[in-house]
Nanobody, 120 residues
Framework: QVQLVQSGGGLVQPGNSLRISCVIS????????LGWFRQAPGKEREGPSC????????YYSDSVKGRFTISKDSTGFTVYLQMNNLQPEDTARYYC?????????????WGRGTLVTISS
């Protein structure tokens, strides 16, 4: 059974940085598309970032481009999201997801989410 275990998150002041991580285990694929999505209260879940199975393609939403960096470790089963210059509008619950492709509708495995709060 595929499991995604997230770590990191918390409360930081605007302008600061935070890194969250996610480890995938129990799957049969040799590689996964790994993405980060977030959902703020009252809003739809959106995808800040994703990296393809081959690591060739990396996607960022316009709202985080230039501030967030997604990466995998050498095994390909851990994904990180380095978030710099965080702003209050980045406050949300962040979820990691895994699948064959970087498409929210095509990523069947999800972490439980970790809360990121940006506030002074």
């Amino acid at each position: 059974q595929v499991q995604l275990v997230q770590s990191g998150g918390g409360l930081v002041q605007p302008g600061n940085s935070l890194r969250i991580s996610c480890v995938i285990s129990g799957g049969r694929l040799v590689s996964y598309a790994l993405g980060w999505f977030r959902q703020a209260p009252g809003k739809e879940r959106e995808g800040p970032s994703c990296v393809s199975r081959s690591n060739v393609s990396v996607y960022y939403s316009d709202s985080v481009k230039g501030r967030f960096t997604i990466s995998k470790d050498s095994t390909g089963f851990t994904v990180y999201l380095q978030m710099n210059n965080l702003q209050p509008e980045d406050t949300a619950r962040y979820y990691c997801a895994a699948g064959h492709y970087c498409d929210k509708s095509d990523m069947p495995w999800w972490g439980r989410g970790t809360l990121v709060t940006i506030s002074s």
